[in-house]
């Protein structure tokens, strides 16, 4: 998990952070990283581009959906079963922003799979790259609105719950905070209920 934005970051600008004491610079940058992992959390994503591999229990479909969209490109799928199959990413189509993934039904090289996801539990490993090259502007413009309210203490309901500075461990009332928030990051939410685990 990396941080979705940075103290230089242009929506940050009336916290004049070069210019914060140094307790106030650590301050800042803890509220930023305690922001990141809860809208990270609340939007059931990783929001910069990794490499990811999701392990999933096949339906049966011929469509699977990655838990991490935009894809970026797919490496491998393994088929889990007494003798693994690794089948690479050039055999199948995938829709970017959506995270769907198909068989190309033209090139399959294993008949015992014939285009689609076996049944079974946790019987699949999908390795791919995904997540937004950059953060998407509505998320970086929330993560900045939550650090500023935090940091200057504008309401009793964004009061931090804990500030261990030493740790630099920052927590605070996630379901306040977000409220304000959350028709914004309701827009890159994942609803996708078929994931089995990361």
Request: aromatic share 12%; glycine share 6%; hydrophobic share 40%.
């Amino acid at each position: 998990m990396a941080n979705l934005i940075n103290t230089s970051n242009i929506y940050l600008t009336i916290l004049d952070f070069d210019n914060q004491t140094e307790a106030d610079q650590s301050l800042i940058g803890g509220i930023i990283t305690a922001a990141s992992i809860a809208i990270e959390k609340e939007c059931k994503r990783t929001f910069l581009a990794a490499d990811i591999i999701e392990t999933r229990s096949g339906d049966g479909s011929y469509v699977i959906i990655a838990k991490n969209p935009p894809i970026n490109s797919i490496s491998k799928i393994v088929f889990k079963s007494s003798t693994d199959v690794e089948v690479t990413g050039a055999d199948f189509l995938y829709d970017p922003e959506v995270g769907e993934i198909r068989w190309k039904l033209y090139n399959i090289i294993d008949p015992d799979y014939v285009g689609y996801f076996p049944t079974g539990f946790r019987n699949l490993e999908i390795h791919y790259n995904g997540g937004f090259t950059t953060v998407p502007e509505t998320i970086q413009q929330v993560c900045a609105q939550i650090v500023i309210q935090l940091f200057n203490r504008e309401d009793a309901d964004f009061q931090l719950i804990q500030d261990k500075l030493g740790n630099r461990y920052i927590k605070f009332d996630q379901e306040r905070i977000l409220f304000t928030h959350r028709r914004f990051i309701s827009l890159y939410k994942i609803r996708n209920c078929v994931v089995d685990a990361l």
